[in-house]
């Protein structure tokens, strides 16, 4: 059954308004290969109203309707959202599958977990109120100090089409929860969901301009919105090479960014494990998603002691996973995002292949389905550390192995790495998780199990992987200012400086 796909505009103070250009861009099934519908390319002079929309929204009435307003003000406009997304969850659901390829038993969690973190969230903006004008201790009683804790203004939130909604809720709710006025950029490969969430906002009379949805090429709106003189932050999760470019521009007008970029993440695992156990943590930790998670822990690093027979049940395991047309029941594994992004994938196993790695399992088309953007889950051997395969980041469903001897060796491998955004560990022996966890140079460890994700904890990497941390209290600190008021209480005079004669 076809999915109806909205025809929508950009998402500018409060309403809908078509591109000042007039640009579309074609939305494309990434399980058909066909045109299913379009959505509004935004350019620079779109930005520039969307900002100017954003400004206005901080400022109106002295800003006591929004960025002024108590937390338990904002906070009803997020549960409200929350309310209405849960509301359309199957149809939001079966819209985001069929903009991005993803099981639909994927995006209906999906959902489930936008609508948790709305609702964190405006737990969390409530909160703020008692927050404010914290005391701070002085060493002197003639002065008096509290801090108070603002919004930081006018926010750019760049998203990507892995978690189309969910990525952007990581950004949204905080940023509106801290009193922000944002610009969602949505990636141009899946706006679908994004612009449906304006459509909530209308329906929840979210005051105008507090958000603005602006679909686009990144050149044209994302570069835009990075360099623009009135947005005060940037927040982006995507590629490292367009991270240093949004660095660039924001560093002219030195503003802050926060970076939640690309992954290479190990899975250490020992000879002490449940290996079934073990082997299903691992393809759900590469293979979820269709294997385009930026946190993807993508190198198995497996003890040699049991790497034939781990390798084995591995196989056995990814020859079960039902490959599909993702609105069937039971698929675990739809197409890649686009066209470009499948041939990137189908390119670096072919790569791998060149350089002397071995195929074990997959690499190809499903022979099955004869459209769409499918690869089968891959696993590579026979793998070094200076391939390809090893060092760059494949965003697909492809799995590279190494074996090790000693765990400082493994911690060594899992370390190889420009990335550091997730990681696991895999053994029965606690201590030793306690150890490898430390020693993990990721943003995130995992200790018998792979990508688990909460809207309480932090999350984001270190290296090439970004900085910054989106989620938790954490997330919501991002968008906040701490700004210090100290109050002189003495009735004596200062005293510093002699007084003038009478």
């Known amino acids: 059954m076809a999915i109806p796909i909205p025809s929508r505009q950009l998402f500018i103070n409060g309403d809908w308004a078509e591109p000042l250009l007039k640009k579309r ?11 299913i519908g379009d959505i509004p390319a935004a350019t620079a002079e ?6 100017q929309a954003a400004r206005s929204a901080l400022t109106r009435n002295k800003g006591k309707d929004w960025a002024f307003a108590s937390g338990a003000v904002r906070a009803k406009y997020l549960r409200a959202i929350a309310a209405k997304i849960k509301e359309r969850k199957p149809v939001l659901a079966k819209l985001e599958t069929v903009d991005c390829g993803k099981p639909l038993s994927e995006s209906e969690a999906d959902m489930d977990d936008v609508v948790g973190c709305f609702e964190y969230y405006a737990d969390l903006a409530e909160g703020l109120d008692a927050k404010q004008k914290a005391p701070i201790s002085l060493p002197m009683k003639t002065f008096k100090s509290y801090v108070i804790k603002e919004p930081i203004g006018v926010v750019a939130l760049i998203v990507p089409w892995n978690y189309p909604l969910l990525m952007a809720t990581w950004k949204v709710a905080p940023a509106l929860a801290a009193g922000c006025a ?60 367009t991270a240093v470019k949004i660095m660039t521009a924001a560093a002219q007008r030195v503003k802050p960014v926060t970076l939640e970029l690309g992954g290479k ?15 299903e943590w691992t393809i759900f930790g590469c293979f979820y998603t269709n294997g385009q998670i930026c946190s993807a822990t993508s190198r198995l690093i497996v003890h040699e002691s049991i790497a034939a027979e781990f390798l084995d049940r591995l196989v056995k395991w990814s020859e079960n996973i039902k490959i599909s047309d993702p609105l069937e029941e039971g698929c675990k594994l739809g197409p890649i995002v686009s ?10 196993i072919s790569n791998a292949k060149s350089e ?40 697909g469903p492809v799995l590279c192995v190494k074996t090790f001897t000693t765990e400082e060796e493994a911690i060594e491998l899992a370390n190889d790495t420009h990335y550091g955004l ?20 990721n943003g995130a ?14 999350f984001g990497g270190t290296k090439w992987s970004g900085f910054g941390r989106e989620l938790g209290e954490w997330g919501l600190e991002s968008y906040l200012s701490v700004k210090q008021v100290t109050e002189y209480v003495s009735d004596e005079q200062w005293g510093w400086y002699q007084p003038p004669k009478q």
């Open 422 to 441: 997730g990681g696991a560990v895999v053994s029965k022996d606690r201590e030793r998780c306690d150890r490898v966890s430390k020693l993990l140079q």
């Open 356 to 395: 002397g790695a071995t195929i074990l399992y997959g690499g190809n088309r499903p022979k099955h389905l004869k459209k769409g953007f499918f690869v089968e889950p891959t696993i590579i051997t026979d793998v070094t550390t200076s391939m390809q395969i090893w060092r760059e980041e494949v965003f």
């Open 265 to 279: 993440g190990p899975i250490v695992v020992f000879e002490d494990v449940d290996i079934d156990k073990a082997v």
């Open 46 to 51: 779109d930005v520039d109203v969307a900002v």
């Open 445 to 458: 460890v995992w200790v018998n199990c792979s990508q688990p994700c909460f809207c309480q904890a932090p």
């Open 182 to 241: 944002a610009i969602l950029k949505p990636s141009e490969l899946a706006s679908a969901t994004c612009l449906e969430l304006g459509e909530v906002c209308r329906e929840v009379d979210l005051p105008a301009g507090v958000l603005n949805i602006l679909p686009g090429l990144g050149p044209e709106a994302g570069a835009s919105l990075a360099s623009h003189p009135h947005v005060d932050k940037i927040s982006f999760t995507g590629s490292t090479v």
């Open 339 to 348: 066209r470009g992004q499948y041939e990137k994938v189908m390119n670096f």
């Open 25 to 35: 861009i074609p939305i494309i099934n990434p399980t058909t290969e066909e045109i």
